[in-house]
């Protein structure tokens, strides 16, 4: 019997070859991006879940308090002191490392030099992840103070080979480190990365703050594993209660959250989860499933509307003992056999495009052929597609009356559900239009982010780690560089101006408050010229100068600094900073140095000649860009021949922040684009199947004089009836998910009235194109060859 139907269904698709083909291309494509999302969504969520045991790896965090003790914010650097008090306090915690470093820093052989990410850690990094070791034994690896593990990839880049036990490579062309492992590298959807891991004992060997580890300096990184975690709570109750037991110049609390759950799950509100990327995910799932629906009503519409040539079929059947039950194995069978070639091409479509869309954005997404799990969801996908797609044709033709289709006095307007299909057809074009309207205020949103005044000059401002000689030859390098006239001003700070994350507690000044002691300020440290080089906009007082010898104490203040410190007056004010006395001598306006999102928070900005690390270059405009960076290229490689030459663009790097939201932006456009496709063919072959039952009807009309554009009016109408209601459905609810949308960030754009009359006005240009030629070829037939079989 299933040879049987198989062969009917074949025949069908067959004789049927433009339904067939838009069928199958229509599913296909709909297919091809289901997956396509699906494969993102999966990337997502298995986000730091590749480690043995994920569910037993905890990051350590910090809950912020006030000095009333409520929870103000929360972070992921837990306080320097508090890796050392759990191990010593916790017994349920089985293993805890502290992580510092994370810095691009030159790892080198004696024949080649690079720059890759380093890291630091206690020995027990390697029970907490337990890493893949391709050689080395992971129970000694860090043991010694001068070891070091690297991963696959640097090894390979070092030596052209992960044989490298025992072999010696130098660091920061200052220390020879000894190879004791080389691990695997990691997936692409790991949050802690890293080039190269050396000891703790190191770190603390070539920095002394490291050896005295501050309770209220959050410089570090703290991972712990839990054998087992249903004892969280009890580890909890424990942890919260080390910092203010062993630190009371502040009040914070500490606990223990699965980093497995820190990427979907990472926003916090009162010290509890509240979300974070999980809300994309789930608008990724709806969109992929929503995409695939329209596709399977597709065929559903295409299946339905051809439902008078099936009808005698039907009736035949029936009356020679065919059971309904057989009829809809039938139809079935064949919504089956479309789909199977539909997913082929899907398959292909997506292993073809998989490299564009990584490269889109900016992912690695691997497909894991002999991953069951991938198997698994490719033939669910192509189960429930089959079966949504032609369940209900199935349903709809097996249940004709067969007496009736026989004698011919079933009219067409009962045979086929004209409101059914309208509904579809609605349903499509509304889901269009919002993910048209959708995609239209993601790119509003982001260009109002990205056009709004970020506080400093970000167009000609460049970026250098301040390495190897750069660090004692600064003056030279700028000196020198001024005079190349590559560019007008050049200033070190210690951190990025697009990065800044130098919390601290404990700044004081006069008629503070007693909960002033809580507030957190941030700080950059940097030199003479700052204002000259960034372009930050001074609100009141001046830059740091060399005509002031006692500058070298002196602070800047953010103007939301000097509201929460509630200074009148604060030029010439004395302040308190880590024990030093410093003068306020100027105010800046607020600049973003976190995520654009948000408003600026209290920031001071003091001067220091110790603290180096980055470079700031104003461009010279006169020149060309290309021009600028060879002249300062060519002075570095003479100044500091061992390091390669890094120039950053801030703007680049700014606008890496709106990343989460490009990815956003740029899914919304495409599978929007693919989605509006979808429905078009759709109505194609909706269109077709019209035109060609009216075939008679048209004739007669062209006989009686009517016009062309008469027929066309006459066959186009009602399918933009259609598109019009969609727009009534669709642009109601894209208003209301849109605005919900647009409530998570502080600055934010409207849904304009000029959105919702382009994603109109675009979606019915696209029907009345794709109906209006398919009328067009009907209104232009000859009515001779409609007729003449009269």
Request: charged fraction near 20%.
């Amino acid at each position: 019997m299933f040879r049987l139907n198989l062969k009917i269904a074949l025949r069908n698709l067959w004789r049927n070859k433009t339904s067939s083909v838009i069928n199958i291309i229509g599913l296909a494509v709909g297919l091809s991006a289901c997956l396509l999302l699906l494969l993102y969504v999966n990337y997502e969520m298995n986000f730091d879940r590749h480690f043995k045991d994920a569910d037993k790896i905890y990051q350590v965090m910090t809950n912020f308090q006030d000095a009333t003790g409520k929870i103000t914010s929360t972070g992921g650097s837990p306080g320097n002191g508090i890796a050392m008090a759990i191990k010593a306090k916790v017994p349920e915690v089985d293993a805890i490392t502290r992580m510092g470093g994370g810095d691009e820093s030159l790892i080198a052989n004696q024949q080649r030099v690079f720059k890759r990410t380093d890291l630091f850690a206690d020995p027990d990094i390697l029970k907490v992840f337990n890493y893949e070791f391709i050689v080395g034994n992971p129970s000694s690896a860090l043991d010694a103070p001068n070891a070091i593990v690297l991963t696959e990839n640097t090894a390979k880049l070092l030596f052209g080979t992960t044989d490298v036990l025992n072999k010696t490579v130098r660091y920061k062309n200052a220390w020879d480190l000894k190879v004791t492992g080389v691990i695997k590298d990691f997936p692409a959807n790991t949050s802690i990365r890293f080039d190269y891991l050396m000891p703790w004992t190191f770190f603390e060997s070539i920095n002394d703050y490291v050896k005295h580890p501050g309770w209220g300096d959050f410089s570090f990184l703290a991972m712990a594993r839990v054998d087992d975690p249903t004892k969280i709570d009890l580890i909890n109750s424990k942890v919260r209660k080390l910092f203010n037991e062993n630190y009371t110049a502040q009040k914070n609390e500490n606990f223990l959250f699965p980093i497995s759950d820190m990427h979907l799950h990472g926003e916090f509100l009162n010290g509890k989860s509240i979300g974070g990327e999980i809300e994309r995910i789930y608008l990724f799932i709806a969109l992929a499933f929503g995409i695939l629906l329209v596709a399977c009503i597709n065929f559903m519409n295409m299946a339905t509307a051809k439902s008078e040539r099936r009808a005698k079929e039907v009736g035949i059947k029936k009356t020679i003992g065919a059971t309904r039950s057989s009829l809809v194995t039938q139809f079935l069978t064949e919504a089956m056999v479309l789909t199977v070639v539909a997913v082929l091409i899907a398959i292909a479509m997506v292993e073809l495009s998989l490299p564009m869309f990584n490269n889109l954005l900016g992912i690695d997404i691997v497909i894991g052929y002999t991953n069951t799990g991938y198997w698994f969801g490719v033939i669910t996908v192509a189960l429930l597609t089959g079966l949504l797609s032609g369940a209900y044709p199935a349903l709809f033709l097996s249940s004709f009356n067969p007496i009736q289709i026989l004698k011919k006095k079933t009219a067409r307007a009962k045979l086929i559900p004209v409101n059914l299909r309208q509904v579809l057809v609605v349903g499509q074009f509304c889901f269009a239009i919002i993910l048209i309207i959708a995609t239209l205020v993601i790119y509003r949103q982001m260009q109002y982010i990205k056009n709004k005044p970020v506080g400093y000059n970000i167009n000609l401002l460049a970026e250098m780690p301040q390495d190897g000689e750069l660090s004692g030859k600064f003056e030279l390098f700028k000196e020198q560089v001024l005079k190349t006239g590559a560019v007008t001003a050049v200033n070190e700070s210690s951190q990025s101006m697009t990065r800044v994350g130098n919390w601290f507690y404990g700044f004081q000044w006069p008629g503070m408050e007693e909960k002033g002691k809580e507030i957190v300020f941030n700080r950059l440290q940097t030199q003479y010229d700052f204002v000259k080089t960034s372009g930050v906009e001074m609100l009141a007082g001046r830059d740091f100068s060399r005509d002031f010898a006692s500058d070298t104490a002196a602070i800047l203040l953010s103007s939301t600094a000097v509201k929460v410190m509630k200074l009148k007056n604060p030029i010439g004010t004395m302040v308190n900073l880590f024990g030093n006395q410093l003068k306020v001598i100027g105010v800046f306006k607020d600049f973003i140095w976190d995520s654009p999102y948000r408003s600026g928070r209290q920031m001071v900005i003091n001067f220091s000649k110790r603290e180096g690390g980055n470079i700031n270059m104003q461009l010279n405009p006169a020149n060309s860009l290309s021009k600028n960076i060879e002249l300062i290229s060519g002075l570095v490689k003479n100044i500091n021949p061992e390091y390669p030459v890094e120039i950053r663009f801030v703007n680049d790097l700014y606008s890496k922040k709106m990343q989460s939201e490009r990815i956003l932006g740029v899914l919304a456009n495409l599978f929007g684009g693919i989605a509006i496709l979808i429905s078009c063919m759709g109505l194609y072959g909706l269109v077709a199947y019209s035109a060609e039952q009216r075939t008679k009807e048209f004739g007669v009309r062209r006989v009686l004089g009517a016009s062309v554009g008469n027929i066309m009016e006459l066959l186009s109408l009602s399918f933009l009836k259609m598109v019009f209601f969609a727009a009534c459905i669709g642009v109601p609810l894209a208003y209301y998910l849109m605005n919900k949308w647009l409530t998570n960030f502080e600055f934010r754009t409207t849904v304009s009235l000029s959105i919702i009359l382009a994603a109109i006005a675009g979606t019915a240009a696209v029907a009345f194109l794709t109906v209006g030629f398919q009328a067009y070829k009907a209104a232009k037939a000859n009515p001779v060859e409609a007729l003449k079989y009269e």
